[in-house]
Each structure stands twice: as structure tokens, then as C-alpha cells.
């Protein structure tokens, strides 16, 4: 949209940027060089662009060293970035501290087991903590929400939360693995719902994207306070997140939805069923605190609403179906059309009814009986995993398939899981090992859709080492079937937390007996304390 360039002296060059993509944000930056710059003139090559072009011509162009500083706030808040972090021009230092700042994190679960194993997971760990990034300033300065310029009080500020994706399965390995930085991701979410008004969505540069549905700071949030992360207002947070939920804000209609006990189509007209059930889960999350805090009448208030996807199943097709104001449901209606946002009906976000069917992460009890309890739910699942039929034009971010389970976009990725939790846990363990050995190899496209700021790294991390948060702010993770000979976990306090599967064969992916710390264990699930402990 703007931009500006200039030679400040022989060795420095700084610039604008004013870039609109996702977000319109600001880019300032400084470019050292090494050797002196002769030559600094116009690039006359025809093209069209609001930035200038330089051709930049060197004393010595054999070799040369070029250190890059960038801020959001101004060109001196990138010449001060430049200056704490790399004042040296010694590369092989800068290489080094980039090795160990790595070898640091990677090094926090050490596996055994295949090469291609081994590729993979630490390939998944490194997409897992390229994000979220700290935007702020060396001195803790950053553009807010609303692109004026705030100064963090922790000195820190986060962006980057891709939450509809990362809630589900990234943020809860965060709290295993780098628990440190836990509570300034927290802060840093209270600080854009200060400034925004409400909690972030999806945020890029500081800024709301709106890109995708429902309140998803709300379980991330909830998550760090019931596992008793130090360093956060509890009460500020529940302020925030009940504040989130019960005023309306883009693609949030709370009026409607408490009128109606569900979102209407005729009313919000896009994704209906999927806010539905999204909204429903934070609802869940948000009373959870609130019975941490003692505040009953939210609780009840808040776990009334978490019911809201009962509003939404059809009992004559076994989905959930979209229904309008007066009651109606959606005609014609597919179980199999996959749609995002406007098309196809739009009541579905980057899924269809079969995959969105699944998602009652708060109450599985309660979906298996409205299934018809175990035996029919499972065989339900096995439909799911089976059924390869598709009406229409697959959406682009649904891939990856087995059945209806769509592997390469996020609501699919708790339900093979779901088998344990209705009594067999052997299919749990038989499709898990399936995604995790078909939907994931060591090639350049060795996923099976777009990783979503590590999301589907983080699915495949805790494939490997045996379990998944279904319900992420349960405190529970559902136990699948560990892929890896032995992973250790490195825990604060230099404890560990070990999982050792043994095998006779290497294909074996069904576990006979299970044991805790030497004691034989029957549950189909471990607890954040057990791991923590």
C-alpha cells in the first residue's frame, strides 16, 4: 500500500512498509552490510509497484555479511532490535546459538525408534514452535488491535494464534513442553481482548484476522488457569472470557444465540451448525472456570448452554442438521457435501454433517446415548471410517481421507479416538496407527493438508507417544497406542515422564496390558497430573 526506502550511510539502509495480506500492518526494517555500499539507484525494470526498487552495487561483491532488523513501530525500534540481539558480525556465533537454542527445545522429548520416526517427529516439534511469535519490540513495545502503539507490561506480546486449529491439540503439548512461555501467550491474549474488546479469534501481526468461527481463546485460556499456570489473573481471565461469550462480535451473534438455543441459519447465514457446536465447547470451557472461581450461577448459566448441540440433532438422519428460526431443518440436505462458509448451504466450516457430527468434545457420554449408546455408536464410527462416497466439489482444506475422517483439517482429529471411549479401545489404536503410519511420511509434502501453525505436527506428537486431549480442558488425554519404542519427556524440576512399548514385531500396533509407574493400569486415559507428577 506504501512503502519507502533510503541510504541512511555507506553500510545502512532502512525502509517502510505499509502491506496488506490477511491484516494491513506496518513493516519497518534496517539492513546492515559489511562492505560499503557505492552505488544506490533506481531499478528502471517496467513493473508497476507502490515500493520502490534499488540496485545496490558494493565495494567488494564476492562476499558480504547483511544483518536484518524489522519492527512493527518505527525504523528505531528495528535499529534497537538490531542492536540488543545481533550486535556482533560473528556468523558462526549467530549459527551456533540458533543450533542450541533448538537442540534445547527438540531435545525435550527423546524418542527411540525409526529413522523415518525420528524424521518425522522432530520435524513435527520444529513446525509445533515456529509459532506463536513474539511481535514486540526489544523494549517491549508493539502495535495493538487497533494499530496504535502499546507497550507490554511483561515485555512480551504474542500473535500468531491460529486458535480454531492450535486449541485442540497444539496449546495442550505447550503445557507439557514449554510450560515457561505458557503464561506470557495467556497474557498476551487478556492484553488484544483489552485493547480489541473481546478475546482473539485468529490473530496476525497483533491484528484480528476473523478468519475462522468461534471463541477458541476461551478452552487455551481455561487450560493454563486449571492446570494452575503461575503468573495469570484468574479473574480477569473469567472477566474476559464471559465478556467474549455473552456480547456479540464479528461472526458471534450471542443474541440470537441465546433466543434460540442455537444459531439459526436464516439468521446467521454462514456455518450454523459448526458455531454451534464450537460455541457450545467454549461454553463448556467458560463454566469450568467459573466452578474453579465458585461463581454458580454461571456455571449453571454456562453449562445450560454447553447443551446447545442437542437443539441441532436430527434424530431421522442421526446428524447434525441446520435449522432455522422457526424451527425447521435444512432442505435438502446432504450428510456428504463439504462446505466453508457461503457455499454449499454454508452450514458447515471446512467439513460436512459426518465429520461435524463428532464434535461434542465436552460430553462424549451424552453423544453416545443420543447415538444409542456404545454398541451402535461404534458402529457409527466404523461407518464414519468406512463411508467413501462425496457429493460435490471437495473443499481445499478437507484431505487426507479414511471414510468421511477427513485427517488434513482439524475437526476431524479427535475421532479415532472416540472408540475408546466407547469401549474399544483396539480401533482407537488400529486407526491412529493407520494416520500416523499412511497420512504422514518424511517427503516435502509429507503431510496430509496444511499444518495450521502445528496443529497437525502436534496431532502426531502425541500419536506417537500414545495419547490425545479429546476434551483439552479435562485435564485427561485419551490413551491411543504409543508408536515409538521410548520417548522421554523432559518435565520441569528435571523430572521425566517415560513411555516405553515394546514390540516383537515392528508392525504391532495393539496393546495387550498396560502399566503406571509399575502398576498395572485399566483406564483408557492418563491425567496432565499423572504426567506432570
Not at 77 to 96: I, P, Q, S
Not at 122 to 128: E, P, S, V
Not at 324 to 349: C, E, I, M, Q, V
Request: glycine share 6%; charged share 25%.
Amino acid at each position: 500500500l506504501d512503502a519507502d526506502i533510503q541510504k541512511e550511510d555507506m553500510y545502512t539502509i532502512t525502509g517502510y512498509q505499509r502491506v496488506k495480506a490477511w491484516v494491513e500492518r506496518d513493516l519497518f526494517y534496517v539492513i546492515k552490510l559489511d562492505k560499503p555500499i557505492v552505488a544506490f539507484e533506481d531499478a528502471e525494470d517496467g513493473r508497476e509497484d507502490k515500493a520502490p526498487r534499488k540496485i545496490i552495487r558494493l565495494a567488494d561483491e564476492r562476499e558480504v555479511q547483511i544483518k536484518v532488523a524489522f519492527s512493527m513501530v518505527s525504523i528505531e525500534g528495528a535499529k534497537k532490535n538490531l542492536n540488543l540481539e545481533l550486535e556482533h558480525w560473528d556468523f558462526d556465533t549467530v549459527r551456533k546459538e540458533a543450533e542450541n537454542k533448538w537442540e534445547n527445545y527438540l531435545s525435550r522429548i527423546e524418542i527411540e525408534g525409526t529413522d523415518e520416526q525420528k524424521i518425522n517427529f522432530y520435524t513435527a516439534l520444529y513446525h509445533l514452535l515456529i509459532q506463536p511469535n513474539n511481535i514486540a519490540d526489544v523494549n517491549g513495545q508493539y502495535k495493538n488491535a487497533k494499530d496504535s502503539v502499546s507497550l507490554s507490561p511483561f515485555g512480551i506480546y504474542y500473535s500468531t494464534f491460529s486458535l480454531w486449529d492450535t486449541y485442540r491439540a497444539a496449546h495442550p503439548l505447550y503445557t507439557i513442553l514449554t510450560p515457561e512461555l505458557l503464561p506470557d501467550m495467556i497474557n498476551s491474549m487478556l492484553l488484544h481482548a483489552e485493547c480489541q474488546g473481546y478475546l482473539p479469534i485468529w490473530t496476525l501481526w497483533g491484528k484480528e484476522t476473523h478468519c475462522m468461527i468461534g471463541n477458541h481463546a476461551v478452552p487455551v485460556i481455561v487450560e493454563a488457569c486449571l492446570k494452575n499456570f503461575p503468573g495469570i489473573d484468574v479473574e480477569q481471565a473469567y472477566h474476559l472470557i464471559k465478556k467474549s461469550l455473552t456480547v456479540s462480535h464479528f461472526k458471534y451473534d450471542v443474541e440470537a444465540y441465546d433466543r434460540y438455543g442455537y444459531f439459526p441459519f436464516d439468521i446467521v447465514e454462514e456455518e450454523s451448525v459448526s458455531r454451534t457446536l464450537e460455541g457450545a465447547y467454549d461454553d463448556y470451557c467458560a463454566a469450568q472456570l467459573a466452578k474453579k472461581l465458585g461463581k454458580g450461577d454461571d456455571y449453571d448459566f454456562f453449562m445450560k448452554r454447553s447443551a446447545s448441540y442437542k437443539k441441532l440433532f436430527d434424530n431421522e438422519t442421526g446428524l447434525m442438521r441446520g435449522k432455522d428460526s422457526n424451527g425447521k431443518w435444512r432442505t435438502p440436505f446432504s450428510a456428504f457435501h463439504l462446505s466453508h462458509a457461503g457455499t454449499a448451504g454454508g452450514d458447515y466450516t471446512e467439513g460436512n454433517a459426518w465429520q461435524y457430527f463428532w464434535y461434542v468434545p465436552q460430553n462424549i457420554p451424552d453423544l453416545i446415548s443420543l447415538t444409542g449408546g456404545n454398541k451402535a455408536f461404534v458402529a457409527k464410527l466404523d461407518t464414519f471410517f468406512t463411508v467413501s462416497y462425496q457429493s460435490g466439489a471437495l473443499n481445499d482444506n478437507a484431505s487426507g481421507f479414511v471414510g468421511q475422517y477427513a485427517h488434513g483439517n482439524e475437526p476431524s482429529h479427535h475421532v479415532a479416538y472416540l472408540y475408546a471411549c466407547a469401549g474399544e479401545p483396539w480401533k482407537t489404536q488400529k486407526y491412529v496407527a493407520y494416520i500416523m503410519n499412511e497420512l504422514y511420511n518424511d517427503s516435502s509434502s509429507g503431510y496430509a493438508g496444511n499444518d495450521d501453525c502445528g496443529e497437525m505436527s502436534a496431532w502426531y506428537v502425541f500419536g506417537a507417544l500414545g495419547f490425545y486431549p479429546v476434551n483439552p480442558v479435562s485435564g485427561e488425554y485419551v490413551i491411543g497406542t504409543p508408536m515409538l519404542e521410548e520417548a522421554v519427556i523432559q518435565l520441569p524440576g528435571r523430572k521425566t515422564f517415560t513411555v516405553k512399548a515394546p514390540r516383537k514385531e515392528d508392525n504391532e500396533v495393539y496393546i495387550c496390558s498396560m502399566k503406571l509407574n509399575g502398576e498395572k493400569y485399566t483406564k483408557n486415559y492418563i491425567t496432565h497430573q499423572d504426567i506432570m507428577n
